[in-house]
């Protein structure tokens, strides 16, 4: 009968700060599917004066998110972008001003998570910027093509909404729920 065998200490912290890279990426998808939703969902996560207790504890100057403040002006910027993504005036995301700001959200949605989920905060914010960057052309690709084919865009904009809603609220339950992270 074999022993089975256990995972040495340092391999397990490169499967967790590995896993840590994936859930800042796949956030930073997110951030490039609609920019605002995900730091408004921060936000709600680590809003101190709830209900319940803050969920995500941030320190030093990432302690803002957990404002009252924060809250109401994310959560503004979000439904806002909700409302002007389906107004037929408003540029592209892939336009240069949009795409900047993306990743640059990308990038601030990363650095505010790598404290809990470990790693090196430039690396996070570098992996959530690339995040941005796929997330905003494989958002573009998904949406034109579904569009095209049932005709329409306006029910296809709202499911990018409610799944940007969903994914971010999700990937910030596994960084804060999970033991692997505390």
Do not use: Q
């Amino acid at each position: 009968m074999r022993t089975p065998v256990l995972v040495d200490a340092a391999a397990f912290r490169a499967i967790l700060v590995s896993m840590g890279y994936l859930l800042v990426l796949l956030l930073g998808m997110c951030t490039g599917l609609r920019t605002m939703t995900p730091i408004a969902v921060i936000c709600w996560f680590a809003y101190e004066k709830g209900v319940f207790e803050p969920v995500l504890m941030l320190t030093g100057w990432r302690h803002f998110a957990g404002y009252l403040v924060s809250v109401i002006i994310f959560t503004v910027f979000a439904i806002g972008e909700f409302i002007g993504d389906k107004l037929p005036n408003t540029p592209a995301r892939t336009s240069p001003i949009g795409l900047f700001g993306r990743i640059a959200f990308g990038v601030f949605v990363g650095v505010l998570i790598a404290p809990r989920v470990g790693g090196h905060h430039y690396l996070k914010g570098m992996t959530g910027g690339i995040g941005a960057l796929l997330g905003t052309y494989g958002g573009w690709w998904v949406r034109t093509r579904l569009s095209a084919r049932i005709g329409k865009d306006w029910p296809i904009a709202n499911l990018e909404d409610w799944f940007t809603i969903a994914a971010s609220i999700f990937l910030l339950n596994v960084i804060t729920h999970s033991d692997f992270f505390r």
